[in-house]
């Protein structure tokens, strides 16, 4: 036999001996496979889901408008006069200052927030609507319905719904209320110079913080936000809720840690009987090392790949029914959506290093030292 | 051999075993990472940024509870005590969201 087969004949009476020995501690084997299994489960859905919301958040934020200005009084947002539109006309870099109307409105009627906003790129008949898919679940409203909603004054407003938006554009659409200019403005008393917002299209990415500058510079009482800034906040809120989500669970990651340590350190007397009995009949240290690593390995890895495993399909295949609450929030119109799977090999690595690495070197350390002993001390 | 005897038939062994174990999961995760690589020509990840840019949206219809929450980005510096300077703080989301961190810097 050569040397190679000879190697892989050893490893192999190894795995045989090893996965003997562990069938027969079969309940507690099982029982850290589970607890093992389930802890790499909910870190991997934690680290998927987050990913996925944040990846989603930057493909549709990256085609918001490069800068909003908002005015500010006393500290709070107000109405942007007609006047500032033509102010940022002129600055080199800009090229359209889009002026926005939008706002939010409370339907009492289901408890709800909805976001009422004029498309500016078409041309909505008065008294009809474009709603939102959750909005149109909320109120069970389709296209040819008819909801009122009470104005500024006290008046009802009736619309009729012209469409629903596509399903397929919920998680940034959900609230949506589209409406004709003249409705917005009749619905909150709006007049005819003032706007919530504008919108500035500035199409050299290097030239925005500078537009954003002579912004400021033309109107000291404005506030320019820079679509960065809109990303980079949804990252933190994602990288927040992910932290928030894990710190309860802390306590649990603790507890296995410490289950794992005495597991895999705190070797019983049987094991170290085992071990003498071993060496007492001629096995190497090395042998005992590696039967201890086929053991570690087995587990460890078996936990990491049907965690994983049940990790990508819970939060891509069922859209994570046990983080989405947290991760969502509360509100009452709740985009049903599916997450795009997005698996990066640093996730993977991180998650095996985070969870099979340390397994494997607490195992084999208190191995090892049993195993240099003599076995006559260690059966003692 | 006589022929009453029962042929011997070779068991498969504990080790080989759990490695055909450890294969199928491997395979299982495989098979995970191979459905995430698929291209895919999903509605959503056209329609909506269409929306977004037709629209100039500026926030996701992910918590639509309160203003500060709905439009993220767009929070004024007082957001969370509109009403008065002491003000508790009224939503659930409100109080688990950090404040943008533009307004940190």
Same mark, same amino acid.
């Given at each position: ?49 987050t990913s996925a919301l944040k990846h989603e958040a930057g493909l549709l934020l990256a085609e918001a408008p490069e800068i909003v200005v908002q ?101 940034a ?29 500035v199409?050299?990415p290097r030239?925005v913080q500078?537009v954003a ?10 506030r320019p936000i820079l679509r960065d800034e809109i990303l980079r906040t949804y990252d933190a809120v994602f990288d927040w809720r992910s932290a928030l ?82 991760m ?53 | ?6 042929? =011997? ?7 080989? &075993?759990? +490695?055909?174990?450890?294969?199928? @999961?491997?395979?299982?995760? %495989? ?12 509605? =959503? ?7 977004v &840019?037709? +629209?100039?949206l500026t926030g996701l @219809?992910l918590f639509?509870? %309160?203003?500060y929450t709905r439009h993220l980005g767009l929070g004024d510096r007082?957001a ?16 688990l969201l950090p404040p943008p961190r533009h307004l940190h810097d």
């Amino acid at each position: 036999m050569t040397e190679r087969g000879g190697v892989l004949a050893r490893q192999r009476y190894l795995a045989d001996y090893t996965v003997a020995a562990m069938a027969r501690r079969r309940a507690r084997n099982l029982g850290l496979l589970a607890v093992y299994g389930g802890m790499v489960f909910v870190l991997a859905s934690v680290l998927f889901y987050t990913s996925a919301l944040k990846h989603e958040a930057g493909l549709l934020l990256a085609e918001a408008p490069e800068i909003v200005v908002q005015r500010m009084i006393a500290g709070r947002h107000d109405l942007i006069p007609g006047g500032h539109t033509a102010a940022l006309t002129g600055i080199r870099g800009v090229r359209e200052v889009q002026p926005r109307l939008w706002g939010y409105h409370y339907d009492a009627a289901v408890r709800a927030n909805y976001t009422l906003m004029v498309p500016p790129d078409r041309d909505l008949e008065p008294g009809t609507a474009v709603i939102g898919p959750a909005l149109a679940r909320a109120r069970g409203a389709s296209a040819g319905d008819m909801l009122s909603f009470r104005g500024h004054d006290g008046a009802l407003t009736a619309f009729r719904i012209d469409a629903v938006l596509p399903q397929a554009s919920t998680l940034a659409s959900a609230d949506l209320l589209l409406v004709a200019e003249k409705d917005f403005r009749r619905l909150f008393g709006i007049p005819e110079d003032r706007h919530t917002d504008l919108a500035l299209h500035v199409p050299n990415p290097r030239e925005v913080q500078t537009v954003a500058e002579k912004v400021l510079e033309a109107l000291p009482d404005s506030r320019p936000i820079l679509r960065d800034e809109i990303l980079r906040t949804y990252d933190a809120v994602f990288d927040w809720r992910s932290a928030l989500v894990l710190l309860p669970l802390s306590g649990a990651l603790l507890a296995f840690a410490i289950l794992a340590w005495e597991k895999a350190s705190g070797l019983s007397a049987d094991e170290r009987r085992e071990i003498g009995i071993l060496k007492a009949i001629g096995w190497e240290t090395s042998d005992v090392l590696q039967m201890k690593l086929w053991e570690g390995a087995l587990i460890s890895l078996l936990a990491f790949l049907l965690g994983t495993t049940a990790a990508y399909w819970h939060v891509f295949g069922l859209s994570a029914p046990l983080l989405a609450p947290v991760m969502q929030g509360w509100s009452v119109l709740y985009p049903d959506f599916r997450l795009t799977p997005t698996v990066s090999a640093t996730q993977l690595l991180t998650l095996f290093f985070l969870t099979v690495f340390p397994y494997l070197v607490a195992t084999l350390v208190p191995v090892w030292r049993a195993a240099v002993t003599d076995p006559d001390e260690v059966m003692r | 051999m006589a022929s009453g005897t029962p042929r =011997h038939r070779p068991r498969s062994r504990p080790g080989d &075993r759990a +490695l055909i174990v450890l294969l199928l @999961a491997s395979l299982a995760l %495989a098979g995970s990472l191979l459905h995430a690589a698929l291209p895919r020509a999903e509605a =959503h990840t056209q329609h909506a940024p269409m929306l977004v &840019r037709d +629209l100039g949206l500026t926030g996701l @219809a992910l918590f639509t509870e %309160a203003r500060y929450t709905r439009h993220l980005g767009l929070g004024d510096r007082h957001a969370a005590f509109r009403d008065h300077p002491m003000a508790l703080e009224h939503f659930p989301s409100g109080s688990l969201l950090p404040p943008p961190r533009h307004l940190h810097d």
